[in-house]
Each structure stands twice: as C-alpha cells, then as structure tokens.
C-alpha cells in the first residue's frame, strides 16, 4: 500500500510513500522541510523548522 504525501503548507503532492517509510523531504514549492513518517496507515508530517533568508 501506498500514500501520497502532500505538503502542509501548500498543498504540492510531495511523493508516493510505503507504510514503514520516514523521508526527509524539502517542498520543492514553498521551501519547507519537513519529516514525513507512515506508520500503521496514518501519515506523520512534521515540519521541520528552519533558517529562512
Ligand atoms: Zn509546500
């Protein structure tokens, strides 16, 4: 089974992720990084906060 992951903040379609897979990912639209974790069906984004110039 497969999910797509899409970005939190924008809505862009990140990637196709197994369950059991944890990708560090940026969102190639609005710059964020984020931690992107699938476990037991449920998909975990986390933002991960950083530096912006
Ligand atoms: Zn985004």
């Known amino acids: 089974m497969t999910y797509y992951t899409v970005c939190p903040d924008c809505g862009y379609k990140l990637l196709k992720a197994s369950d ?11 710059k964020a990084k984020m931690l992107i974790e ?9 933002k991960i ?5």
């Open 49 to 53: 906060l950083a530096d912006k110039t």
């Open 20 to 30: 059991g897979s944890q990708i560090e990912i940026y969102c190639p639209k609005c």
């Open 38 to 46: 699938i476990k037991d069906g449920k998909i975990l984004i986390q």
